[in-house]
Every structure is written in structure tokens, then in C-alpha cells.
């Protein structure tokens, strides 16, 4: 399995970024997909997360009402729209796809990861 992840850059607080996260490989047709966020010095958290048909969605307090999660199964492709940006939202953000399809807030389950996307957002 391979994630590729695209559409980090600089924004200025209040402003928007939309990432993209595109899977292939032997991924199945039923599997969970998340994004994660590690902030300068601090742990990699999940921030965003959706089941296998898109159905079912996880958003950590940080990022609820201002962050949306969407996935394209035809495409094999995770969004991560991100509006009213805050300079907390700084960081590197990473797309990670679990084999198991309907618990998509584990975090232990998630055991591929695409290669990281860093976000800026300057006040």
C-alpha cells in the first residue's frame, strides 16, 4: 500500500488549504482512512478520520466545524478541507490508511502512512 499526499503550503490565519491524499496498491475495498497531524515538538495526533464508505467521520475538538474529511472510493482519494485556518493548525500533516474499514478512530490501526505534507499558518 502506498499513500501520496499533496497540497500542504503557507496560509495566512483565517485563509484555507485543501489536502489530498491518493492510495494504491493492495489496499482492499473496504478500508479506513485518517489524517494526522504532528505540530513542532509535539506527538502525532489524528485529527480527521472516515470509514470505509465515507459514512462515518471522526474530528478531533481542534479542527471540528472548521476541518472537512471526504474520500472518493472510485478515485482511491482522501480530502482534508481546512477552513479558517489558526496558527495552531501548524504542522505536518499526514494521510494513513487502516485495513479494517469501521474503526476508523483507532489509532493503533492505522499501519501505512503516506510521506507527511507541512501546513503553515501565520497570524
Known amino acids: 500500500v502506498q499513500l501520496q499526499a499533496s497540497g500542504g503550503g503557507s496560509v495566512q490565519a483565517g485563509g484555507s488549504l485543501r489536502l489530498s491524499c491518493v492510495a494504491s496498491?493492495?489496499?482492499?475495498?473496504?478500508?479506513?482512512m485518517g489524517w494526522f497531524r504532528q505540530a513542532p515538538g509535539k506527538e502525532r495526533d489524528l485529527i480527521a478520520a472516515?470509514?470505509?464508505?465515507?459514512?462515518?467521520?471522526y474530528y478531533a475538538d481542534s479542527v471540528k466545524g472548521r476541518f472537512t474529511i471526504s474520500r472518493d472510493n472510485v478515485k482511491n482519494t482522501l480530502l482534508l478541507q481546512m477552513n479558517n485556518m489558526k496558527p495552531e493548525d501548524t504542522g505536518v500533516y499526514y494521510c494513513?490508511?487502516?485495513?479494517?474499514?469501521?474503526?476508523?478512530?483507532?489509532?493503533?490501526?492505522?499501519?501505512?502512512w503516506g510521506q507527511g505534507t507541512l501546513v503553515t499558518v501565520s497570524s
Open positions: 494513513a490508511l487502516s485495513l479494517d474499514g469501521n474503526r476508523y478512530a483507532s489509532v493503533p490501526l492505522y499501519r501505512y
Open positions: 496498491g493492495r489496499t482492499g475495498s473496504r478500508y479506513s
Open positions: 472516515v470509514n470505509w464508505s465515507g459514512g462515518m467521520l
